[in-house]
């Protein structure tokens, strides 16, 4: 009897184990180091505490404030394209069309192949001279776009990269949703002649919005953990205009060699997240009960 | 478009088109890589007959000359870098699938069938742990892994990282399939003698190989592809395929031919893994969000 109690135990400690030296430690040490003046050199136990320095330095700190600013735009463009491309895409392609299982395959490829190669294919696309854009613009007569090497391109071209990379996950998301949407609510809106755009517009969405919410939390976390494209891609540059912030911790704890101050910015970057996904959490609790409440209003009617 | 929304009708040419449309979209940027690791650079570079070339396996030879079993006319000097990470990465994918595996699936049934937390808890905490960019984890890691562990440089090192960033996400996945596993048939084995251990390896494995199939892939994928991590820890003899890439990129004159063969080797055994298991693959991905 005693030993089928052990049981559970048994089974839990290995993966207990690996969580807890391989990533509870880490970051609690991530914590700790924030607050010291710590490089690569030293021990952590030889690095000088400093209190919140780090914290405060980089408030006033120019190019972290630049680094936010580009991550926050590229996370907030990359998203609401995504969402609006994605779901678009998923609403006008819900219906029975053969060769759906197909394109559903494809549209995973670009999300199962390294960043690093994802990076390195739109670098050669975007290349001023043997790069296929460049091409095309010059062979319809156009003249050559910048793509990488000027500030406003350089964003526009990671954000145009990412959303190739990214909007399939969002419409295989959407389309999952969309297929399995109480079939009666939308019998009876028929029946009470909604047309599409009402259908979409009070019914679809609405039941839809819990899986949205999540799906485009899944996608704003992954936006600021975006690194190897952008490093392949432009490496920050031209200038900072496309340093984002997972970008700048690795080169501020690499090149500047300050492993305390890219921990304060690792903190600050983890509660950003964190606070993303309270809101969201609260958010789509709400909504969630605004479904139910439709669903049931749509069931009754 | 009003009245269309009708499901099962939809057999309008131009949704056909628009599906075309997309498949090159997606498709495209991938096949230009492929088509390019086959052109010599002469092709690369010049502004005509860009659809017409004489494909070859120079790049492919100059990139793997050090596993190949002839020496290939046209290379000088065999480079060993890239032969040597791609063992690295082989092995490093591999070993950390299998370990995850083994230990999320044991982590997933205990939670599961011992009911240690809710499922709430687990969502949450999967959550939590998916929100940790690798780039937090990169002053830590390095941190930790030189100067306490002493495992910077090793395959044990980056095996132990990969392990615990994936463990979640498979023990969450994991927990869905086995909560279908009717307990009924696990009572009917333990009637017949079976130990926990025999019940768990005999009876619960093999009715959860669809979720197995899909937590595997995601792992592997991940170790298969990560840099950041890679690229702190490891060390010239241990590298991976990624961090060899990224070193042999520079400011200019880049081999074009060569950099995409190697990309294309990188990007091989997703590509096959998203045909052979795409099923699989969308379960996994939208397990998550959709089934809540």
Redesign the interface.
Known sequence: MNGRRLTPYLFMAPAAFILGVALLYPIAYMIYASFLDWNPSQRIGQAEFVGLRNYTWLLGDASFRESLGVTLKFAFFVVSLEMLIGVGLALLLDRSIRGMTALRTIFILPMMIAPIVVGLIWRYMYHPTVGIFNKTLNAIGVESVPWLSDSFWALTSIIIADVWQWTPFIFILSLAALQSLPRSALEAARIDGATGWQQIWHIKLPLMMPVLIVTCLLRLIDAFKVLEVVLVMTNGGPGLSTEILSLRISRTASEFRELGVAAAMSNYLLLMLMLLTVLMFVYSRVSEARAARIRQAAEES | ???????????NPA??A??VV??I???G??M??IT?SLKLNVD??S?SA?LLFMPTMQNYETVLCDVLWYDPAHVDYCDPTFGRALKNSLIIALVSTAITLI??T??A???V??R?FGRGTISMTT??????????????????WT?NFGLDGTYSGII??Y???N??FV?WILQSFIVQVPIQLEEAARMDGAG?FQV?FLVVIPLIKPGLAAAAIFTF?IA??E??LAN?LLDRNTRTV?VT??NS?TEYDID?GV??AT?SL??IP??I???VA?KQ??TG??A???K?
């Open positions: 478009m009003s009245r269309e929304t009708t499901q099962g009708t939809g057999a949704f056909y628009l599906m997309l498949v979209m997606a498709m940027p991938i230009l890589m390019t690369v570079m502004d860009r230990l999320g044991m982590a049934y205990a939670l069938r011992f240690f959550l939590m742990m998916r929100m940790v960019p690798p780039a937090v984890l990169l002053v830590p890691v390095f941190g930790i100067f132990l990282v392990v615990a960033m463990l979640p023990i926990p768990f994928r298969w592809n840099f950041l702190a990624p890439i990224v990129l074009w950099i995409m990309g990188l990007a997703p590509i893994f998203t045909f795409s693959i969308i991905m939208t998550g969000a959709v809540g």
